[in-house]
């Protein structure tokens, strides 16, 4: 019997981008081919590119030219470009890399294969689906195909595209509107994967609080999915990201206080803390709102950790609104977060604030206040739990310590240890914090857990 043909998919950004990915890999896996293995050269090539990081377009178009040569060796071999930079380059991107075979949008993800047979006959294509099906997005096949890196931890997308209008963000034009996926399907895909051994799963959408309006014209359903995953045997773990601040709801709130396996763990994008930049960013919210909705969810919360994306050097942004940003990074005293340095994206409206750029060494020494801040905060939180006993998901070895292995809290904290020979992924463990670091932390294995250990948690709703 042949030899089956090998994919390689090379995915850029976020988990969204990650879990489509998984998804692109169970089409193919379902059409007869097989993932590449190290050492073997592939047959078709993907690449799901991103268009928030930095230099996304640098960096595909750098591993692109390094395939240029092996495409001109083995003129069978396919390279297909997907995700948010084809929705938004489209042509541009053949134009630059003529040796590419297919370009296919964040709409008509599941086209994929079909759209690289196509090109063995018809030669070089682009297929851009214009905007995404209703009835394709809710459709739940993609994802029971994945293949997933991980035997007991999956991901699952619960909405495509986002309403909202943020000045810096460049989704709602590649990925479309908000589009949700039944309840009962969410339901019954999160079944399955507990039926196949996943015992945590994290929920994706681009504002998870929304999830929901469009089906009921109304209130949103987040609440109500938080709690049906509760209700479900075997799952231990349920995480979610990211919601929007301005929709962070009491429901919300309530339902991760009182649903036993939901975990307490927020990441709440704040941005700026600056009225007057949030305004221009049209994020929806002020910042005592935001304050007042974060400490509503600590109050009802036990032990939440909070973390949260910023935004440095946003065109206009003075030194008034930069000290006002780190008040309230101080007030909010986050566990973890993600500061960025202002980097436009073509397409946006923060993009034509060009006389309003700051200088670039400004945001620099911007960033790097705030990030001594932050690091601050965070070394605090993981001192705190110095001599605590964790419950931890293990996930493995170390990237980079194969002795020590890994695995996270339900908080999502980091924590390394010392394993046991009979450890294994996926078990639940004991594990005794010794030593806390801004990014991880350091702990002693005590046992290996079984069965649920998670505690119901009350609502104390702040007024």
């Not at 004991?430 to 806390?436: A, L, N, P, Q, R």
């Given at each position: 019997?042949?030899?089956?043909?090998?994919?390689?998919?090379?995915?850029?950004?976020?988990?969204?981008?990650?879990?489509?990915?998984?998804?692109?890999?169970?089409?193919?896996?379902?059409?007869?081919?097989?993932?590449?293995?190290?050492?073997?050269?592939?047959?078709?090539?993907?690449?799901?590119?991103?268009?928030?990081?930095?230099?996304?377009?640098?960096?595909?178009?750098?591993?692109?030219?390094?395939?240029?040569?092996?495409?001109?060796?083995?003129?069978?071999?396919?390279?297909?470009?997907?995700?948010?930079?084809?929705?938004?380059?489209?042509?541009?991107?053949?134009?630059?890399?003529?040796?590419?075979d297919v370009v296919f949008g964040t709409h008509n993800l599941a086209e994929a294969p079909a759209l690289l047979e196509r090109a063995t006959r018809e030669g070089?294509?682009?297929?851009?689906?214009?905007?995404?099906d209703p009835e394709a997005t809710r459709d739940m096949a993609p994802a029971l195909y994945a293949v997933r890196e991980s035997d007991f931890a999956a991901w699952?997308?619960?909405?495509?595209?986002?309403?909202?209008?943020?000045?810096?963000?460049?989704?709602?034009?590649?990925?479309?509107?908000?589009?949700?996926?039944?309840?009962?399907?969410?339901?019954?895909?999160?079944?399955?994967?507990?039926?196949?051994?996943?015992?945590?799963?994290?929920?994706?959408?681009?504002?998870?609080?929304?999830?929901?309006?469009?089906?009921?014209?109304?209130?949103?359903?987040?609440?109500?999915?938080?709690?049906?995953?509760?209700?479900?045997?075997?799952?231990?773990?349920?995480?979610?990201?990211?919601?929007?601040?301005?929709?962070?709801?009491?429901?919300?709130?309530?339902?991760?206080?009182?649903?036993?396996?939901?975990?307490?763990?927020?990441?709440?994008?704040?941005?700026?803390?600056?009225?007057?930049?949030?305004?221009?960013?049209?994020?929806?919210?002020?910042?005592?709102?935001?304050?007042?909705?974060?400490?509503?969810?600590?109050?009802?919360?036990?032990?939440?950790?909070?973390?949260?994306?910023?935004?440095?050097?946003?065109?206009?942004?003075?030194?008034?609104?930069?000290?006002?940003?780190?008040?309230?990074?101080?007030?909010?005293?986050?566990?973890?977060?993600?500061?960025?340095?202002?980097?436009?994206?073509?397409?946006?409206?923060?993009?034509?604030?060009?006389?309003?750029?700051?200088?670039?060494?400004?945001?620099?020494?911007?960033?790097?206040?705030?990030?001594?801040?932050?690091?601050?905060?965070?070394?605090?939180?993981?001192?705190?739990?110095?001599?605590?006993?964790?419950?931890?998901?293990?996930?493995?070895?170390?990237?980079?310590?194969?002795?020590?292995?890994?695995?996270?809290?339900?908080?999502?904290?980091?924590?390394?240890?010392?394993?046991?020979?009979?450890?294994?992924?996926?078990?639940?463990?004991?594990?005794?914090?010794?030593?806390?670091?801004?990014?991880?932390?350091?702990?002693?294995?005590?046992?290996?857990?079984?069965?649920?250990?998670?505690?119901?948690?009350?609502?104390?709703?702040?007024?």
């Amino acid at each position: 019997m042949p030899e089956s043909r090998t994919f390689s998919i090379r995915t850029f950004g976020c988990q969204m981008n990650e879990h489509d990915s998984e998804r692109l890999a169970g089409l193919f896996v379902a059409r007869g081919m097989r993932p590449v293995r190290e050492g073997e050269s592939a047959d078709i090539v993907i690449f799901n590119t991103c268009t928030i990081r930095e230099n996304a377009d640098l960096k595909l178009y750098s591993a692109l030219g390094h395939l240029k040569a092996d495409k001109a060796r083995r003129p069978d071999m396919q390279i297909a470009v997907g995700g948010c930079m084809a929705q938004k380059d489209q042509e541009r991107i053949l134009e630059r890399a003529p040796w590419v075979d297919v370009v296919f949008g964040t709409h008509n993800l599941a086209e994929a294969p079909a759209l690289l047979e196509r090109a063995t006959r018809e030669g070089p294509l682009v297929d851009i689906w214009p905007a995404p099906d209703p009835e394709a997005t809710r459709d739940m096949a993609p994802a029971l195909y994945a293949v997933r890196e991980s035997d007991f931890a999956a991901w699952m997308t619960i909405q495509t595209g986002c309403d909202n209008t943020c000045a810096y963000c460049i989704v709602p034009s590649v990925r479309g509107g908000e589009i949700s996926r039944p309840l009962e399907d969410l339901v019954r895909e999160a079944q399955l994967l507990t039926s196949r051994g996943v015992t945590e799963i994290t929920v994706l959408g681009q504002n998870v609080n929304s999830y929901g309006r469009d089906l009921t014209g109304r209130a949103p359903l987040f609440a109500d999915l938080l709690r049906r995953l509760g209700e479900l045997d075997g799952l231990e773990r349920v995480r979610f990201t990211s919601p929007h601040p301005k929709d962070l709801r009491e429901d919300t709130i309530a339902a991760m206080a009182e649903t036993a396996n939901v975990c307490p763990q927020l990441h709440l994008p704040l941005q700026s803390g600056s009225d007057r930049v949030l305004s221009a960013m049209r994020r929806g919210y002020t910042a005592e709102r935001y304050l007042t909705r974060l400490r509503a969810a600590r109050a009802a919360i036990e032990d939440l950790h909070v973390s949260t994306d910023l935004i440095v050097g946003f065109p206009g942004e003075t030194e008034e609104d930069f000290v006002r940003t780190l008040e309230v990074v101080a007030e909010a005293d986050y566990d973890s977060a993600y500061p960025f340095q202002f980097s436009p994206r073509e397409g946006t409206r923060a993009a034509g604030y060009v006389e309003e750029f700051i200088a670039p060494d400004v945001v620099r020494e911007r960033f790097l206040r705030l990030k001594e801040v932050l690091d601050r905060s965070a070394l605090r939180h993981h001192e705190a739990r110095e001599g605590v006993i964790e419950e931890v998901l293990v996930e493995g070895p170390s990237r980079t310590n194969d002795a020590v292995w890994s695995g996270r809290t339900r908080q999502g904290k980091l924590v390394h240890f010392d394993p046991t020979a009979s450890l294994r992924r996926g078990a639940l463990v004991s594990v005794e914090i010794t030593h806390g670091a801004p990014y991880h932390l350091r702990g002693t294995l005590l046992d290996v857990r079984r069965g649920p250990r998670h505690k119901t948690r009350l609502s104390v709703l702040a007024s």
